[in-house]
């Protein structure tokens, strides 16, 4: 009982090494041969030899508890900072890419040292707690973060360069500890020393940013970080392809890329879930509405299927290792903008039903009362009454009595007067139904091309354009969601090809491997080219209003899930080639019998 106790209540050591052949590592060796069973490095040297390419750190086949919480955190930053920016123009799509590439290199960077070099001590724990703390600064600092905009971001600038400049601090500490554990080892001294050279000159710039730029400061001088965060990336993983001592391809960094790939429809998930509550909120269960959210999830899911159908866990060669981390990164922003696109189209299908039974209504009410202005205003009155309380409107900002009054006063039912009080009401209505369903638009966002997108449902403009301008400026929003909508639907397919040929496994490609990468290009294409609508009016307002935007995607994305299906009966695939099954239980049973 004693005995098991110890076990259980390990005492945890202020740092350990991180290389093969250290006190924790032989301690765990020598208990795998005592109780009978290998290592899988032990198993490789055994069938195939000493291997003098293999890193010199401990592998790991799996992620440890404490890097899958820090996942956690960037999804939480992601959802958080997606709830506080909405795209609703080209700077806050701008912004949330700029902000996105900040999350996930330095996601990224910190993954990169994990999988080789990650232990657990005390020392460890306490820079993956610093790790922690600057994600959640991130969080912070994110509410606020818009660097393209010219005045009042000084702040904000200056305290991002702050946590950007404290995590490569963190960063150094963890590989200077790794250095002092490889003394006297050239092969694995030289590369992280380049490691080191790149993130202290990465800090360094931050911190000369940081004294430098001033309120008057304009510019793009933010540039500079996303110079930074790439240049390291690519420093990192050239000079691991370089040494294979301390290369990625021994280590579970596909697993980390495909656990976040994972996160990010989880919080495709979230986000599809919050759109699925006003929803109910608005009390709209029509069958339309039913068949976008069956859509979204069907979306979701083929996504899942056609990433880790495809996703091995057996690394290709170096290059192709470091390339296929880093595609990873335009595959999670096309990835986050489907979601987000998805959720943005089932809630705007949503709120046209509601404005659609409005326009029906009125016309229904026109039809009962085409000669009296005060019946007419008493109808419309009790119809905007209930409508107002249904989408929970604020009663001073939705005030249709003075319109009604108007209306009532006019002489005539059927002159100007009396029609543009009449289309006033109906534009109140429809402005708080968008509301409700936060379909706003971005400050001093009204154009010509907001007044096309608002023909259908306002009709000519008349004296007073006033009213209008909260229509139009929030259905330009959805003309630029139109297009990154298909755009990044399309590119997750196109990515997902890129993906495949970078993760191959084999010698060779087979026909099967060309077929399947070549459907995911063709569709995502075609997928892609539908944001082209966009350059005609009249083609992109009728498809708009119709409810095939999200049902489009969900039919192409499933056309390549059911060819990827044809493909693997038809067609030949590398990873059903002898090669690439390795030698087999039985060649693994007799080799250890031999050397035994």
């Given at each position: 009982?004693?005995?098991?106790a110890?076990?259980?209540?390990?005492?945890l050591?202020?740092?350990?090494?991180?290389?093969k052949?250290?006190d924790?590592?032989?301690?765990?060796?020598?208990?795998?041969?005592?109780?009978?069973?290998?290592?899988?490095?032990?198993?490789?040297?055994?069938?195939?030899?000493?291997?003098?390419?293999?890193?010199?750190?401990?592998?790991?086949?799996?992620?440890?508890?404490?890097?899958?919480?820090?996942?956690?955190?960037?999804?939480?930053?992601?959802?958080?900072?997606?709830?506080?920016?909405?795209?609703?123009?080209?700077?806050?799509?701008?912004?949330?890419?700029?902000?996105?590439?900040?999350?996930?290199?330095?996601?990224?960077?910190?993954?990169?040292?994990d999988?080789?070099?990650?232990?657990?001590?005390?020392?460890?724990?306490?820079?993956?707690?610093?790790?922690?703390?600057?994600?959640?600064?991130?969080?912070?600092?994110?509410?606020?973060?818009?660097?393209?905009?010219?005045?009042?971001?000084?702040v904000?600038?200056?305290?991002?360069?702050?946590?950007?400049?404290?995590?490569?601090?963190?960063?150094?500490?963890?590989?200077?500890?790794?250095?002092?554990?490889?003394?006297?080892?050239?092969k694995?001294?030289?590369?992280?020393?380049?490691?080191?050279?790149?993130?202290?000159?990465?800090?360094?710039?931050?911190?000369?940013?940081?004294?430098t730029?001033?309120?008057?400061?304009?510019?793009?001088?933010?540039?500079?970080?996303?110079?930074?965060?790439?240049?390291?990336?690519?420093?990192?993983?050239?000079?691991?392809?370089?040494?294979?001592?301390?290369?990625f391809?021994h280590?579970?960094?596909?697993?980390?890329?495909?656990?976040?790939?994972?996160?990010?429809?989880?919080?495709?998930?979230?986000?599809?879930?919050?759109?699925?509550?006003?929803?109910v909120?608005?009390?709209?269960?029509s069958?339309g509405i039913?068949a976008?959210?069956?859509?979204?999830?069907?979306?979701?899911?083929?996504?899942?299927?056609?990433?880790?159908?495809?996703?091995?866990?057996?690394?290709?060669?170096?290059?192709l290792?470091?390339?296929?981390?880093?595609?990873?990164?335009?595959?999670?922003?096309?990835?986050v903008?489907?979601?987000?696109?998805?959720?943005?189209?089932?809630?705007?299908?949503n709120?046209?039903?509601?404005?659609?039974?409005?326009?029906?209504?009125?016309?229904?009410?026109?039809?009962?009362?085409?000669?009296?202005?005060?019946?007419?205003a008493?109808?419309?009155g009790?119809?905007?009454?209930?409508?107002?309380?249904?989408?929970?409107?604020?009663?001073?900002?939705?005030?249709?009595?003075?319109?009604?009054?108007?209306?009532?006063?006019?002489?005539?039912?059927?002159?100007?007067?009396?029609?543009?009080?009449?289309?006033?009401?109906?534009l109140?209505?429809v402005?708080?139904t968008?509301?409700f369903?936060?379909?706003?638009a971005?400050p001093?966002?009204?154009?010509?091309?907001?007044?096309?997108?608002?023909?259908?449902?306002?009709?000519?403009?008349?004296?007073?354009?006033?009213?209008?301008?909260?229509?139009w400026?929030?259905?330009?929003?959805?003309d630029?969601?139109?297009?990154?909508?298909?755009?990044?639907?399309?590119?997750?397919?196109?990515?997902?090809?890129?993906?495949?040929?970078?993760?191959k496994?084999?010698?060779?490609?087979?026909?099967?491997d060309?077929?399947?990468?070549?459907v995911?290009?063709?569709?995502?294409s075609?997928i892609?080219?539908v944001?082209?609508?966009?350059?005609?009016?009249?083609?992109?307002?009728?498809?708009?209003?119709?409810?095939?935007m999200?049902?489009?995607?969900?039919?192409?994305?499933?056309?390549?899930?059911?060819?990827?299906?044809?493909?693997?009966?038809?067609?030949?695939?590398?990873?059903?080639?002898?090669e690439?099954?390795?030698p087999?239980?039985?060649?693994?049973?007799?080799?250890?019998?031999?050397?035994s």
């Amino acid at each position: 009982m004693e005995a098991a106790a110890k076990r259980q209540y390990r005492s945890l050591p202020l740092v350990t090494n991180p290389f093969k052949h250290g006190d924790q590592e032989q301690k765990r060796e020598h208990t795998d041969r005592t109780s009978g069973r290998c290592s899988s490095a032990e198993k490789a040297e055994l069938i195939h030899g000493p291997d003098t390419n293999r890193p010199a750190f401990c592998e790991r086949e799996e992620a440890r508890s404490i890097e899958l919480f820090y996942d956690l955190f960037f999804v939480a930053n992601l959802t958080s900072f997606t709830s506080v920016h909405p795209i609703d123009d080209k700077q806050t799509l701008s912004s949330y890419i700029g902000f996105f590439a900040i999350l996930w290199f330095t996601w990224l960077q910190v993954v990169l040292f994990d999988v080789r070099f990650g232990t657990d001590s005390i020392f460890e724990r306490t820079a993956k707690l610093i790790h922690f703390g600057v994600m959640t600064t991130f969080a912070i600092v994110g509410t606020k973060f818009d660097p393209t905009k010219r005045g009042g971001m000084h702040v904000t600038i200056k305290q991002m360069s702050l946590i950007l400049i404290v995590s490569r601090v963190v960063l150094i500490c963890q590989y200077v500890s790794v250095m002092l554990w490889a003394k006297g080892q050239r092969k694995i001294a030289t590369p992280l020393g380049i490691h080191l050279a790149a993130f202290a000159t990465g800090a360094i710039l931050c911190l000369g940013f940081f004294f430098t730029f001033t309120p008057e400061s304009t510019g793009l001088g933010y540039i500079v970080w996303y110079v930074i965060i790439v240049v390291e990336a690519l420093t990192v993983l050239l000079v691991s392809s370089r040494w294979p001592s301390i290369s990625f391809q021994h280590t579970n960094l596909s697993e980390r890329c495909g656990l976040l790939t994972l996160i990010i429809l989880g919080e495709g998930i979230i986000v599809l879930t919050k759109s699925m509550n006003y929803i109910v909120q608005g009390e709209n269960f029509s069958k339309g509405i039913i068949a976008q959210i069956i859509s979204a999830v069907l979306i979701i899911y083929s996504v899942y299927m056609l990433y880790f159908d495809q996703t091995s866990r057996v690394a290709p060669s170096a290059t192709l290792h470091h390339l296929w981390a880093l595609a990873h990164f335009p595959f999670h922003i096309a990835l986050v903008l489907l979601m987000e696109g998805t959720s943005r189209f089932i809630t705007w299908r949503n709120a046209l039903e509601i404005v659609n039974h409005i326009l029906d209504h009125y016309s229904n009410i026109w039809d009962q009362s085409t000669t009296s202005t005060t019946v007419l205003a008493r109808q419309l009155g009790n119809f905007s009454n209930d409508i107002l309380k249904q989408v929970d409107a604020d009663p001073v900002k939705y005030n249709v009595t003075g319109y009604l009054t108007e209306l009532r006063n006019a002489s005539d039912i059927n002159g100007d007067e009396a029609y543009n009080a009449i289309l006033k009401v109906v534009l109140v209505l429809v402005n708080a139904t968008l509301k409700f369903f936060k379909i706003e638009a971005a400050p001093n966002s009204t154009g010509p091309q907001s007044h096309a997108r608002a023909s259908t449902l306002s009709g000519p403009p008349g004296a007073g354009e006033d009213p209008y301008e909260d229509l139009w400026a929030a259905l330009q929003v959805y003309d630029l969601v139109f297009g990154y909508f298909f755009v990044a639907a399309g590119l997750t397919l196109v990515l997902m090809a890129v993906l495949m040929a970078l993760n191959k496994k084999g010698s060779k490609y087979y026909k099967g491997d060309w077929a399947a990468m070549g459907v995911r290009g063709v569709v995502g294409s075609g997928i892609a080219l539908v944001a082209v609508v966009k350059q005609d009016y009249t083609s992109e307002e009728r498809f708009m209003y119709s409810p095939w935007m999200v049902p489009t995607v969900m039919l192409g994305i499933g056309l390549v899930v059911l060819l990827d299906g044809i493909v693997g009966w038809v067609m030949p695939a590398a990873a059903e080639t002898r090669e690439e099954k390795g030698p087999g239980v039985k060649s693994i049973v007799v080799t250890l019998e031999t050397a035994s």
